[in-house]
């Protein structure tokens, strides 16, 4: 499914985790698309089944996928997170890199250029309060 890099010094739960949420963004994983189950994964991964739950566990805390007791863990369809706190620090981010791509000369157009393409791309455009 995808390579960990086990010298980073990222904890390999949050490379699972992101690397999950990049394939669930970029709709290789299909909304209801039942994911690996955590043996067969930390099997083919060859680390600890403990990490894939953790990933999981945390997947799941941020919406971006759903456990249905005994079947295993699936893709949500509605991956509009609503965690306020984790809505909070991604813009905090993101301002904090705009900036600095403004401060390295970036223009200011080509930013917005680069937020409509993704908007675009990801079939975005909702209307917001």
């Known amino acids: 499914m995808f390579e960990l890099d086990m010298r980073s010094r990222k904890p390999i739960y949050e490379q699972l985790v992101d690397k999950m949420k990049e394939l669930i963004m970029n709709e290789m994983l ?3 698309e ?7 994964l930390a099997t083919e991964l060859t680390i600890n089944p ?8 945390e997947l799941e805390s941020q919406g971006f996928i759903y456990s249905v007791k005994g079947k295993g863990s699936f893709v949500n369809p509605n991956p509009k997170i609503k965690d306020t706190e984790k809505l909070k620090n991604v813009l905090e981010e993101l301002e904090r890199l705009i900036l600095e791509a403004l401060f390295l000369g970036i223009p200011a157009s080509d930013l917005i ?4 393409d993704l908007d675009a791309l990801k079939g975005g455009g909702e209307e917001h309060d």
């Open 113 to 116: 250029q680069l937020i409509e």
């Open 50 to 57: 403990n990490t894939i739950q953790k990933a999981y566990r």
């Open 30 to 32: 299909k909304p209801d």
């Open 34 to 40: 039942q994911l690996p189950s955590v043996r067969t």
